[in-house]
Nanobody, 114 residues
Framework: QVQLVESGGGLVQPGGSLRLSCAAS????????MSWHRQAPGKERELVAW????????NYADSVKGRFTISRDNAKNTVYLQMNSLKPEDTAVYYC???????WGQGTQVTVSS
């Protein structure tokens, strides 16, 4: 059974940092590209960052370039999103996506507010 479990969200002040994790199981994690997406209230889900299976290629949305870093640990079947210099407009539910199996996690809420 494919499972993606996100964690690490929370409430943070503008300028702060959070590290999201997505623990995967039920498929060959090391063979799948992974990505983080987010959905703010009233808006469509958007791609935030993408990482290839071997972590050789990374891509970011323009809105997060230079602030967010995606990484993965294939030995732990986990993908991460380090978020620095957070802004109120980063507030959203963040989801991870496994391309190989076409599955979403349940999401983790990130709220950036003073």
């Amino acid at each position: 059974q494919v499972q993606l479990v996100e964690s690490g969200g929370g409430l943070v002040q503008p300028g702060g940092s959070l590290r999201l994790s997505c623990a995967a199981s039920g498929f060959t994690f090391s063979s799948s590209s992974m990505s983080w997406h987010r959905q703010a209230p009233g808006k469509e889900r958007e791609l935030v960052a993408w990482i290839s299976s071997a972590a050789s290629t990374l891509n970011y949305a323009d809105s997060v370039k230079g602030r967010f870093t995606i990484s993965r640990d294939n030995a732990k079947n986990t993908v991460y999103l380090q978020m620095n210099s957070l802004k109120p407009e980063d507030t959203a539910v963040y989801y991870c996506w496994a391309a190989r199996v076409g599955s979403w996690g349940q999401g983790t809420q990130v709220t950036v507010s003073s």
